[in-house]
C-alpha cells in the first residue's frame, strides 16, 4: 500500500496516541487496593499482554519513521533544490532569523534618553532600517512560499508502506 508522507505523519500521530491510551489504561488498573478478599475486584489487567500491545505500536512507529525519514533525506522539494530534511532544517533557521528581523525592524532610527543624573543620551541604529524591513518581508514571503513547498511535497510523495 502507498500512502504519502502527510498520511504516513498522522498515521504515527494516532499511533503514539494510541500507545498513550494503552499506557493510561495501565496505569489506572495495574493495581488493585481492598480490605477484604472478597471486596477486591479484577480490573483485567495483564501485563504481558499489555506490553506486547506497546512494543508492536513501538515497532510500526519505528518502521513508519524510517521511511519517512528515508523520504526525508532523498525527497527534492520543488522550488528550493534541497531534499525535505534541509528544508525544515532551512525552516527553522528562517524563524530564528525571522524573530532577529522583526525586533530590530521595530527599533526606532534615532531614540533619546536620560541617564539616572539627568544626562540626555542619543541611540541611533548601525544599519539601514529600510534594508532591515526589506529582509523581513523576503523572510516571511520565503517561509510561506517553504511552507507550501513542504506541505505539497509530503501531500504529494508517495511511500511503500508493507
Not at 74 to 79: P, Y
Not at 138 to 150: E, G, H, N, P, R
Request: aromatic share 6%.
Amino acid at each position: 500500500m502507498k500512502l504519502c508522507n502527510a498520511e504516513i505523519i498522522k498515521k504515527i500521530k494516532l499511533l503514539e496516541q494510541n500507545k498513550s491510551d494503552i499506557l493510561a489504561e495501565e496505569q489506572r488498573i495495574n493495581e488493585v487496593t481492598y480490605q477484604t478478599e472478597k471486596d477486591k475486584i479484577d480490573l483485567g489487567y495483564n501485563f504481558s499482554e499489555t506490553r506486547k500491545k506497546a512494543d508492536d505500536i513501538d515497532m510500526e512507529i519505528r518502521k513508519l519513521k524510517h521511511l519517512l525519514n528515508y523520504s526525508n533525506a532523498t525527497t527534492i522539494v520543488e522550488g528550493f533544490d534541497m531534499t525535505l530534511g534541509e528544508c525544515l532544517v532551512y525552516m527553522a533557521q528562517l524563524n530564528r532569523q525571522l524573530d532577529t528581523v522583526e525586533r530590530l525592524a521595530r527599533k526606532e532610527p534615532l531614540t533619546r534618553s536620560s541617564t539616572y543624573n539627568g544626562v540626555i543620551e542619543y541611540t541611533v541604529l548601525n544599519y539601514d532600517k529600510t534594508e532591515c524591513q526589506e529582509r523581513l518581508q523576503w523572510v516571511k514571503d520565503t517561509l510561506a512560499q517553504l511552507q507550501i513547498s513542504i506541505d505539497r511535497t509530503n501531500l504529494t510523495n508517495m511511500i511503500e508502506v508493507e
